[in-house]
């Protein structure tokens, strides 16, 4: 018995989290497989992603929250000069400049600041009264948004919007009055306008215009998002069965193996497995709340329900873009869609979360 507990955390992982997440991602190899035309490649090229992330996971979980506080101000600078980077000499794809060519492979760095960001703000509040003072709050609005802009100017909107929810949901559990938050929803009410007329590019002004009359342009714009419906209402309380999924085997969705993934899973397993896997979402999301109100510090309470709150956002947004109740932003449904950066960051944030509760039960006993 002894010898059990030792291993356990020795490898400082959390059982029940570990589980949720070997469970979605087997899901995610199952509609892979039909979304991409049953090609083994792709699985096997998505096999290898997971287990990179899965043994980055691994390694992120045994390093001690007190070593990860004192490279975060580094981590989070390190980001920022790697987006100005980009920006001067990033390669570009479809009219987006996001990546950085090292030679043997492609990087993303707007990725790693979705964990740079929250763990920066949470660094900075840590050593401070909570809630946060006018001054401290003003500092923080700008850790967020120096690199929210920078990759906003990409331009990829969708990640700019996830790094900022990330920052934003310190803000919320640093315990702030819901007088300020509805001052800051009153004030970016406020700057609509600015965002629409000098900010957004003409592709996403179109997306939304879009997502408010897709039929409007049924064979342009609105064309992924009408497939997307019919695909998902076709489904049914049954689905039509692994494999059998005419929208995706006939190739009417697009992106059916990245952002619309959902569609063709909700096609061939209809409500009962989308019910199935929303399940196993707010199973993961419970188990790491869990582990948020069991951190025995500001950092580790503030980090990991910041990163738990951000990989609900991940799945809202997703599937409500899928279904038309959000515009088009090009997020991926975590662990189902097909994807690489994503992965390794998204892995990276459960080293993290075990990291926090394995560590303290460690200390604890």
């Not at 497989?33 to 699985?43: N, P, R, T």
């Not at 909107?157 to 007088?179: H, Q």
């Not at 009359?213 to 309380?237: F, V």
């Amino acid at each position: 018995m002894q010898t059990s507990w030792n291993k356990q955390h020795f490898l400082h992982l959390d059982k029940p989290l570990l589980l949720g997440l070997l469970l979605l991602s087997s899901i995610g190899l199952v509609v892979l497989y039909s979304a991409g035309a049953q090609d083994i490649e792709l699985i096997f090229r998505q096999m290898l992603r997971l287990l990179g992330g899965f043994g980055i996971m691994l390694l992120v979980a045994q390093i001690r929250t007190q070593h990860i506080v004192r490279w975060v101000p580094w981590l989070y600078i390190c980001g920022v000069v790697l987006l100005l980077l980009v920006l001067v000499v990033g390669d570009s794809t479809k009219g987006s400049q996001r990546w950085l060519n090292l030679g043997l492979f492609r990087f993303q760095p707007s990725e790693m600041m979705k964990l740079a960001v929250p763990m920066m703000v949470t660094w900075y509040f840590a050593a401070r009264p909570l809630p946060p003072r006018t001054g401290h709050l003003l500092l923080a609005i700008l850790i967020i948004a120096i690199p929210v802009i920078l990759v906003a100017k990409e331009p990829d909107l969708g990640t700019a919007l996830l790094i900022a929810s990330s920052g934003l949901f310190v803000l919320l559990l640093s315990g702030l009055s819901w007088r300020v938050v509805f001052g800051f929803i009153t004030a970016s009410a406020a700057f609509a306008p600015v965002l629409w007329f000098y900010i957004l590019h003409d592709y996403q002004k179109d997306r939304i215009l879009t997502f408010l009359n897709p039929e409007a342009k049924p064979l342009g714009a609105g064309y992924h998002i009408i497939q997307s419906k019919i695909a998902i209402g076709s489904g049914g309380m049954e689905g039509k069965g692994w494999l059998n999924g005419t929208q995706s085997l006939l190739q009417f969705l697009p992106e059916r193996t990245t952002d619309f993934v959902f569609a063709v899973y909700s096609e061939e397993f209809g409500l009962l497995g989308i019910l199935v896997l929303l399940s196993l979402y707010f199973f993961i999301i419970s188990r790491g709340l869990y582990i948020a109100l069991q951190a025995q510090d500001t950092f580790s309470r503030l980090l990991v329900g910041s990163l738990v709150l951000t990989f609900f956002v991940y799945i809202f947004v997703n599937m409500s873009m899928v279904t038309g109740l959000l515009p088009v932003v090009g997020l991926p449904l975590p662990l189902i869609s097909y994807g690489g950066t994503s992965i390794v960051t998204l892995m990276a944030g459960f080293g993290l979360i075990m990291g926090v509760h394995t560590h303290r039960r460690f200390l604890s006993s």
